[in-house]
Structures are given as structure tokens and as C-alpha cells.
């Protein structure tokens, strides 16, 4: 079976409370930091800094704020589309 490298990715799982993230490096925009991918792909298959996946976006260290954002910002346009 042969792997469909444009529809893949690789996302790198690490501990909550770890420092260093193998081929990921850190990036601090407004005060805050974020997680980006040091290079492009590992043999053709790009590295993610985050996956969406059945609809769950998964995130290197695993935490629930990019899922959060995502369901309010879902749970908002269906607010305002029920006012109207």
C-alpha cells in the first residue's frame, strides 16, 4: 500500500510541561509562543504544527486550546445565523 504523502503529515507528540520539541522550534509573536516545524517535510511527508483528524485537532503537546477555539468559533457563527 503506498502512502499518499500530499494528504499525510507528521505531528510530533511531546510531554505537556517539555521544553524542547525534536524538529520543532519555538516562535514568540504578541507575548506569546508558538510551536512551528523547523523544516518542511521528513522524507516528502510534511511536519504539522498542528492535525486535524475525525475532526479533533490534535496539537504537539496535546492540549485542548486550538479544539476549544474551533468549536467556539463554530458555536458562534451558528449563534448568529439563528438570530437572524
Known amino acids: 500500500m503506498q502512502l499518499n504523502k500530499k494528504k499525510s503529515g507528521i505531528i510530533?507528540?511531546?510531554?505537556?510541561?517539555?521544553h524542547d520539541v525534536p524538529?520543532?522550534?519555538?516562535?514568540?509573536?504578541?507575548?506569546?509562543?508558538?510551536?512551528?516545524?523547523?523544516?518542511?517535510?521528513?522524507?516528502?511527508?510534511p511536519i504539522c504544527e498542528k492535525y486535524k483528524y475525525l475532526g479533533t485537532i490534535l496539537t504537539p503537546k496535546v492540549d485542548c486550546s486550538e479544539q476549544i477555539s474551533f468549536i467556539k468559533r463554530k458555536a458562534g457563527f451558528l449563534l448568529e445565523e439563528y438570530i437572524r
Not at 524538529?23 to 517535510?41: C, Q, V
Request: hydrophobic letters at 35%; proline letters at 3%.
Open 12 to 18: 510530533i507528540f511531546v510531554d505537556r510541561r517539555s
Open 23 to 45: 524538529n520543532i522550534m519555538r516562535k514568540k509573536e504578541n507575548g506569546n509562543s508558538k510551536l512551528i516545524p523547523s523544516k518542511a517535510d521528513i522524507e516528502g511527508v
